[in-house]
T-cell receptor, first 114, second 114 residues
């Protein structure tokens, strides 16, 4: 079974631009969660989507948004980029999004904001 | 607020030495506990998890962890480390009401010399 895939793997943007990152979960998984990883803050939960609905959201500004499609693929969007948005963005999928499920992580998208 | 604390930022060991990585959490309700590992150049992957039952859980590659509820701790152990265990280790917690929102510690980098 293929793992979680994320595209693109690397991205360079300038302040004020917007960016869209994509995540394809493991086949059959219906829950997709997004995390931001930075050296200073570590791994922080952004949001979770299940059956095309946002089910849970972390403490991030409204510039961070996402969506999920009927095939469970998910996208996250960051508008009006700031230098502090430079990070590794990780996507994780799980079968039903229950707290007991194992989350399988993708390789991440490395976003650099100049 | 929920939080996870990992005591050691960087641990350096020789092969065959024993390993114990500390993890303490702050959470008011029932928790589910995880250890994830990130080998150089690879995805985050699950080492082991605890939901209920026997507080001593065994994971992959000879790792184990003990949940001590009275100490709010979930320390990771391995009797004899190998060079291939060089990686970053993350402790994480999910509350029963929190869906998939993993709360991670800042991570511990383990360097094993041969």
């Amino acid at each position: 079974k293929a793992g979680v895939t994320q595209t693109p793997r690397y991205l360079i943007k300038t302040r004020g631009q917007q960016v869209t990152l994509s995540c394809s979960p493991i086949s059959g998984h219906r829950s997709v969660s997004w995390y931001q990883q930075t050296p200073g803050q570590g791994l922080q939960f952004l949001f979770e989507y299940f059956s095309e609905t946002q089910r849970n959201k972390g403490n991030f500004p409204g510039r961070f948004s996402g969506r999920q499609f009927s095939n469970s693929r998910s996208e996250m969007n960051v508008s009006t980029l700031e230098l502090g948005d430079s990070a590794l963005y990780l996507c994780a999928s799980s079968f039903l999004g229950q707290h007991t499920d194992t989350q399988y992580f993708g390789p991440g998208t490395r976003l650099t904001v100049l | 607020a929920q939080s996870v604390s990992q005591h050691n930022h960087h641990v350096i060991l020789s092969e065959a030495a024993s390993l114990e990585l500390g993890c303490n959490y702050s959470y008011g309700g029932t928790v589910n506990l995880f250890w994830y590992v990130q080998y150089p150049g690879q995805h985050l992957q699950l080492l082991l998890k605890y939901f209920s039952g026997d507080p001593l859980v065994k994971g992959i590659k000879g790792f184990e962890a003990e949940f001590i509820k009275s100490k709010f701790s979930f320390n990771l152990r391995k009797p004899s480390v190998q060079w291939s265990d060089t990686a970053e280790y993350f402790c994480a917690v999910i509350g029963n009401q929190a869906g998939t929102a993993l709360i991670f510690g800042k991570g511990t980098t383990l360097s094993v010399s041969s």
